[in-house]
């Protein structure tokens, strides 16, 4: 039997495919259909069949058990793997990066009458915090807490109550999701400059 390792951060929206991973599974779907592999097989067994279809997916995410598809029209919705069926959904007026899973909660970058980043609660789908800033590239999580670029600069927000404790400016708009390394935090420019700040 032929194994391969699953990347977790693995997502890919076109059209109506999709494609996520989580730890030790992949999926892959179309439509209402969707298809599931383990870490140790390299077969796709079907699951049971979604109640509505993906639609037009933008940014994706799943837990292995939960399927969080956000699409073109500004909707996130929340899908039960086992069941196929919608456990909730929110809507913004556009929603601008893919969503994260982190602690139980939902974040994504979203446009309603300015960009912010909201924070749901995976459960339920109730919105618990946003902040008035945000971007088109999802936030990375790290003990806690959100790194998340915004325009032409980077916050750093506390995961539980969305207070932006840090912020960094940079010269130019950040293109890349900021990462945490050490006491540093690393980010990418508009004109493809690698920047380290050290986190306060």
């Known amino acids: 039997m032929r194994t391969f390792e699953i990347d977790a951060e693995l997502t890919v ?10 730890s030790g599974a992949a999926f892959f779907g179309y439509g209402k259909n969707y298809w599931r ?8 067994e079907p ?8 639609g037009r997916p933008v940014g994706l995410a799943t837990d292995g058990r939960i399927l969080l598809i956000a699409d ?13 069926s919608v456990l909730w959904r929110h809507h913004w007026s556009k929603i601008l990066s893919a969503p994260l899973l982190a ?17 749901l609660a ?3 789908g109730d919105e618990l915090w946003q902040v ?18 915004s325009g032409a600069g980077v ?3 506390d995961g539980a109550t969305g207070k932006v404790g840090s912020r960094f400016g940079a010269p130019t708009e950040v293109t890349t999701t900021p990462v945490p390394a050490g006491d540093l935090i690393l980010f990418g420019t508009a004109r493809g400059v690698l920047y380290a700040v050290r986190a306060r």
Do not use: C, H
Request: hydrophobic share 40%.
């Open 132 to 149: 008035q800033q945000g971007g088109i590239y999802a936030p990375y999580w790290q003990n806690g807490r959100l790194y998340a670029a």
């Open 72 to 84: 073109d029209e500004g909707t996130l919705r929340a899908f039960d793997l086992g069941k196929g």
């Open 155 to 157: 916050m750093v927000v």
């Open 103 to 119: 602690d139980g909660k939902v974040f994504v970058n979203v446009y309603r009458e300015r960009p912010g980043l909201a924070a």
């Open 13 to 22: 929206a076109a059209d109506n495919l999709w494609v996520a991973g989580s």
């Open 47 to 54: 699951g049971p069949a979604l109640s509505e279809p993906a």
């Open 122 to 124: 995976l459960s339920s």
């Open 37 to 44: 592999s383990g870490a140790n097989s390299d077969k796709f």
